[in-house]
């Protein structure tokens, strides 16, 4: 079974724009989480998607935002974009999110804000 | 809100030798989820093991294990006979059981090298 696919893997912007991130779950998995991955500020939580809805959210600002689709395919988006925005962003998938469950990550989207 | 903390930002070890890295959170819940992941160098994160906070045994996971103290809120990772394809960053996570948030929360992570 083919895991968690994120795309595209590198990313160069400048100030001021937006950005599309793509995450592919594990076939069968509905649920998708995001995270934000700094040196300084570690791994951070940003939301959770679950048959097209958003379960969770973190504490990030508005300029971030997600989607999912009946597919189970989830993008996340950030306008405005800022030199701090610079990270590695993760996306995990799981079956449903149940308690019991494993998150399986990707291997990540690297964007360096210029 | 819960916190968990990672004290070492580095460790080494000898191959074959045994290295414990420390965790610990802080919590008002009495029912949670401990996890240890490994983030190898431009490599994915994966799942190494497990603690339901309910089970007082300690989770092993072939040479992995860890040192579950409930009261203290630590949990430890004991990687027994480290092997090369240890090295790694090493992120203690914590979440609660509710179905339907799947958010973890991450210490800072240690890095662990391993020494041929």
């Known amino acids: 079974k083919a895991g968690v696919t994120q795309t595209p893997r590198y990313l160069i912007k400048t100030r001021g724009q937006q950005v599309t991130l793509s995450c592919s779950p594990i076939s069968g998995h509905r649920s998708v989480s995001w995270y934000q991955q700094t040196p300084g500020q570690g791994l951070q939580f940003l939301f959770e998607?679950?048959?097209?809805?958003?379960?969770n959210k973190g504490n990030f600002p508005g300029r971030f935002s997600g989607r999912q689709f009946s597919n189970s395919r989830s993008e996340m988006n950030v306008s405005t974009l800022e030199l701090g925005d610079s990270a590695l962003y993760l996306c995990?998938?799981?079956?449903?999110?149940?308690?019991?469950?494993?998150?399986?990550f990707g291997p990540g989207t690297r964007l360096l804000v210029l | 809100a819960q916190t968990v903390t990672q004290s070492q930002p580095e460790m080494s070890v000898q191959e074959a030798e045994t290295v414990t890295l420390s965790c610990t959170y802080d919590t008002s819940e009495s029912d949670y989820y401990l996890f240890w992941y490994k983030q190898p160098p431009s490599r994915q994160m994966i799942l190494v093991i497990r603690q339901e906070a309910y089970k007082q045994q300690n989770a092993t996971e072939n040479r992995f294990s860890v040192n579950f103290q409930k009261a203290a809120k630590s949990f430890s990772l004991k990687i027994s006979d480290s092997q090369l394809g240890d090295a790694a960053m090493y992120f203690c996570a914590y979440r609660l059981p509710n179905f339907g948030n799947e958010k973890l929360t991450f210490g800072t992570g240690t890095r662990l090298t391993i020494i041929p």
């Open positions: 998607y679950f048959s097209e809805t958003q379960r």
């Open positions: 995990a998938s799981s079956f449903d999110g149940g308690y019991e469950e494993t998150q399986y």
